[in-house]
């Protein structure tokens, strides 16, 4: 088991979202499921925790009820080898959410994720002040993440 596992909340959704995100990523597997006992809080039977893998990331959902909701100050990156993945992932998480702009979206569940080229972080390492500035005015533009823009304003002169 890894160290550090993902907890998200959810007021009634947790195993809605679960079997969402498991038939996005590939490499992914539906946990365990726990039932609240007659000792709640939550109504006896319904779902308590939905434990799920996604291409090998460990996370647990919880039914909490309504007290807390989900904020763009935690978002889960999704490090993409092609404009085909970005454009799949971002499709699929955004659909019945909202996107945003620079790669952001926010699920139907109000989770935040971040859809980005895998060679996002070279491109931004800030080793080339000019490079970096190309490719971060060109991000600014963009709501979903165009690889082959990005590429171009990194290796521009």
């Given at each position: 088991?890894?160290?550090?596992t ?9 195993e809605?979202?679960?079997d969402?995100?498991?038939?996005i ?6 946990g365990?499921?726990?039932?609240y006992s007659?000792a709640?809080p939550?109504p ?15 996370f647990?959902?919880l ?5 807390f909701?989900f904020?763009s100050?935690i978002s889960f990156v999704v490090?993409?080898?092609s404009q085909a993945e970005?454009d799949?992932y971002?499709a699929r998480?955004s659909?019945?959410?909202e996107?945003?702009v ?8 109000g989770?935040s994720?971040q859809?980005?080229p895998?060679a996002?972080?070279?491109?931004l390492?800030g080793?080339?002040a000019?490079?970096t ?6 991000i600014?533009t963009m709501?979903?993440?165009d ?10 002169p």
């Amino acid at each position: 088991m890894q160290r550090i596992t993902p907890f998200l909340w959810f007021d009634k959704r947790a195993e809605e979202a679960r079997d969402f995100y498991v038939s996005i990523f590939q490499h992914s597997r539906i946990g365990a499921t726990v039932r609240y006992s007659d000792a709640g809080p939550g109504p006896e039977g319904s779902v308590m925790t939905a434990s799920f893998e996604l291409d090998g990331q460990q996370f647990v959902a919880l039914n909490g009820g309504p007290q807390f909701t989900f904020s763009s100050a935690i978002s889960f990156v999704v490090n993409c080898d092609s404009q085909a993945e970005i454009d799949e992932y971002w499709a699929r998480l955004s659909d019945g959410g909202e996107t945003h702009v620079c790669g952001w979206l926010k699920d139907r569940f109000g989770v935040s994720w971040q859809i980005v080229p895998r060679a996002l972080g070279q491109m931004l390492d800030g080793a080339d002040a000019q490079r970096t500035g190309r490719v971060m005015r060109a991000i600014m533009t963009m709501t979903k993440l165009d690889l082959a823009a990005l590429e171009r304003a990194w290796r521009e002169p």
